[in-house]
């Protein structure tokens, strides 16, 4: 837990300073640096940095945090000047998007800052040569097994977790085999751990022009694994409000994030923490890796907060000892390399070592919406279709991807 600051010395140091200018007038109450935040990050800002007058002296930060990241981002699409933050914390994605819109501030980030957050962070909050955030921590998923219903010891594949699934499912009441804790964002380790996935790589970039939801492998695999004889969901892949059926014991496996371990372990569930078995013991799924942030906003110079925002996030959210006291409330592995070398929780490194296994998180590409949805939309209308509704898999995997198909075009030719 980051050590309290203290205000005695602020308020000395001011009445000093105030005392040697004669007929001066009465210092003015410190101004206020706003920061937004979601419900997992907000209340674990609140504990560190609400209230503080000396990160930034002259200013008081005040932490106010939001239901969920999808009533942030509303919010933060919606605010003005007149209302919005000065200081904004989520994903990367809001690094082009508010650079784009103009809300977002270029930051210029220290020499120590450059030495200290790895240059995949610092890309993830660029935008046409500006950097427009400060890398917080990683922002990933690992796999995740209940080792009271499976074992201590890891499935070594994908069909080791449906056959176990299907053996299981009427002795041990389960209702599915894998949940998807996120989403459509926490489930491309299973798309990718079956041959699918957004777009193909080049060594180590982006193949763009290559679709993978509709491959052949992922088509071949889908039906092997997720369907039945009839071609309806066999019931193992869960991904919408699965979470609660994992804790009650009713799913064997998981992807999920670091915030979500203490209610599974309050649940009472015991489990292992790695990465998502493949098709081969040697092959992993690749679930989604990026960065939170933590950004300045040109709202800030209208309140006549910009100073203090800048030395919040470029001097404290960039600092060893802030990264570490986020990560010790948050179980994510920190950006900062000396913070993350200082790293002991066991939960925080298994998910640093399973993010190892992932691929980056392309947020413009993946929220492009040229050809009529984004990604996770599509995505979602895809597993609606098959899984829920039954409609034939080929085909509505086809059709995605050519939606698919413009949106990553469109942004490989326009970046």
């Not at 610092?122 to 995740?144: C, E, N, Q, R």
């Not at 694994?225 to 609660?244: A, M, R, V």
């Not at 292992?272 to 040697?282: D, K, M, Q, V, Y």
Request: contains cysteine; charged residues 15%.
């Amino acid at each position: 837990m980051k050590k309290r600051y203290g205000v005695a010395s602020v308020l000395a140091a001011a009445a000093l300073a105030a005392s040697a200018v004669v007929g001066a007038p009465a210092q003015a109450a410190s101004r206020t640096i706003v920061v937004w935040a979601d419900e997992q990050r907000g209340p674990q800002l609140e504990k560190l940095i609400n209230g503080n007058t000396t990160i930034a002296p002259g200013y008081k930060i005040e932490v106010k945090f939001f239901s969920s990241l999808d009533a942030l981002q509303s919010a933060w699409d919606k605010s003005t000047a007149a209302g919005g933050p000065d200081v904004l914390t989520g994903p990367a994605s809001m690094a082009s998007a508010g650079a784009k819109s103009g809300k977002l501030s270029r930051i210029i980030p220290s020499s120590t800052v450059k030495t200290e957050i790895p240059t995949a962070g610092l890309a993830s909050m660029s935008y046409k040569g500006g950097i427009y955030g400060v890398p917080l921590d990683v922002d990933t998923t690992g796999f995740i097994w209940n080792t009271g219903l499976f074992g201590a010891t890891a499935p070594a594949t994908f069909a080791e977790m449906v056959d176990y699934y299907k053996a299981n499912k009427t002795s041990k009441g389960l209702t599915g085999g894998i949940c998807a804790f996120e989403g459509t964002w926490g489930s491309h380790a299973v798309l990718t751990a079956l041959g699918g996935g957004a777009w193909a790589s080049k060594g180590s970039n982006a193949n763009y022009s290559k679709v993978l939801l509709n491959s052949s492998a992922f088509k071949s695999n889908v039906e092997k694994y997720l369907l039945d004889s009839s071609g309806k969901s066999n019931g193992f892949f869960q991904w919408d409000g699965c979470g609660d059926a994992f804790k009650a014991g009713k799913i064997p496996f998981g992807i999920t994030g670091a915030w979500n371990f203490d209610g599974i372990t309050k649940a009472g569930v015991k489990y292992g923490i790695g990465a998502t078995p493949g098709l081969t013991a040697s092959t992993k799924g690749a679930q989604w890796v990026n960065y939170s942030g933590a950004y300045v906003t040109t709202y800030a110079k209208a309140h006549g907060s910009d100073l203090g925002a800048r030395k919040l996030v470029t001097q404290w959210f960039a600092s060893t000892e802030g990264q570490l006291a986020m990560s010790q409330l948050s179980k994510r592995p920190p950006a900062s390399k000396t913070a993350n070398a200082k790293v002991t929780d066991a939960q925080t490194l298994a998910v640093g070592r399973a993010a190892a296994t992932g691929t980056p998180q392309v947020s413009p590409a993946l929220d492009n919406k040229t050809g009529g949805s984004n990604w996770y939309d599509v995505l979602g209308g895809v597993y609606t279709d098959i899984f829920t509704k039954g409609k034939d898999a080929g085909a509505t995997l086809d059709a995605a991807a050519a939606i698919l198909a413009k949106n990553f075009a469109n942004y490989d030719a326009t970046n």
